[in-house]
């Protein structure tokens, strides 16, 4: 029988590769938007630095404080790879979403899983690129630097599609990744990262499982993720092949407005196993880059019935700006 040997939740943000001293480009595109989604309401970067308290996160925003956690957060993905290749799985489930990548607006499915053989990267090539130098690092965290095919674990993902439709998950199944432009559309940043940063390219089967966290209208629920990952984590038990499964849950916490107290309140949840708590807040709650938390909800489902326990590494809130925007990174392992 299959076995769920580990657990990983992990951000997956560019400020993890960006050199602290250049998160200022990522700033830039905090005050162009115009409608920051924070503790329901929405905000352009003038309204928010009204509400937040400007003079402790100019503090926290000093390259000093960012150099600190921008260390701090890249120790805990060492130490996620590490473990990585300790426990040395024979298939790795990705939990991510796709962030108009392979998906736009012509059809974006709610749920969906890759069943293919391979997955297609498509590669970044720094010296033909018009990308600002201090990106190109970031790039090459999601993408390999020439087109590469990473092995899927097609039986996996099979077993996983029937189990969630038996359960009542109505999920789009993907054999292929859509063509445009003449040719395949590489995997996105949610899977390349783990692939790139978490094990350094070695060929580990996988199988994306696909939440439309992030778009309007059809984002699955709190509860609803939750729910497909306990059907996932049925699926996995129910393998009869000696496999050794870990799962991964890429992107979050809160962004690109940090709200430490919404992860703080989740983190305790997930820790202490709190389904209530975990999956009561609306999907108002749930917007932009914080929706990713979703994906961690899901890993969630799936580990409840493994009775592995979480340890949480670090949290780290990495602020850009005293309108408080950034990404507050998370770390953590089921084991
Ligand atoms: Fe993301």
């Not at 018009?130 to 097609?154: C, G, K, Q």
């Not at 432009?181 to 996988?206: C, E, S, T």
């Not at 999956?279 to 917007?287: C, G, I, K, M, V």
Request: glycine share 8%; proline share 7%; net charge negative.
């Amino acid at each position: 029988m299959a076995d769920i040997v580990l657990g990983i939740g992990t951000s997956h943000s560019p400020m993890l590769t960006l050199a602290p001293e250049h998160w200022d480009i990522r700033t830039d595109a905090d005050r162009a938007e115009q409608n920051h989604p924070y503790r329901g309401k929405t905000y352009n970067f003038d309204e928010l630095l009204e509400i937040m308290p400007r003079d402790k996160l100019a503090k926290l925003n000093a390259v000093e404080e960012r150099r600190a956690r921008f260390e701090r957060s890249d120790k805990c993905l060492d130490l996620l790879a590490q473990t990585l290749e300790e426990v040395n799985p024979d298939v790795l489930v990705i939990i991510g979403d796709d962030q108009h990548e392979w998906f736009l607006d012509d059809v974006q499915p709610a749920f969906t899983l890759f069943y293919g053989d391979e997955v297609f990267a498509k590669g970044f090539d720094a010296k033909a690129t018009d990308v600002p130098e201090p990106m190109i690092p970031v790039r090459l965290s999601y993408t390999t630097p020439v087109d590469h095919n990473y092995p899927a674990d097609s039986s996996v993902a099979s077993r996983i599609i029937t189990q969630t439709i038996e359960d009542g998950f109505d999920i789009t199944a993907s054999k292929l990744p859509p063509s445009r432009g003449g040719g395949p559309v590489g995997i996105g940043h949610a899977f390349g990262f783990i692939y790139r940063r978490l094990l350094n390219d070695k060929p580990v089967p996988f199988v994306p499982v696909m939440i439309n966290t992030y778009y309007p209208p059809n984002q699955p629920t709190a509860k609803r993720c939750y729910e497909f990952g306990q059907s996932i984590g049925r699926a996995l038990a129910g393998i009869e092949d000696d496999k050794r499964i870990a799962i991964v849950a890429s992107g979050g916490l809160t962004h690109f407005v940090i709200d430490e107290d919404f992860d703080h309140r989740l983190i305790d949840a997930m820790q202490s196993g709190d389904v209530e708590k975990l999956t009561a807040d609306p999907n108002t709650a749930y917007q932009s880059g914080t929706s990713e938390i979703k994906n961690w909800i899901a890993l969630c489902g799936v580990m409840a019935g493994t009775g592995l326990k979480m340890t949480l590494h670090d949290y780290v809130p990495c602020y850009r700006s005293e309108a408080g925007t950034g990404t507050a990174m998370a770390f953590a392992t089921w084991c």
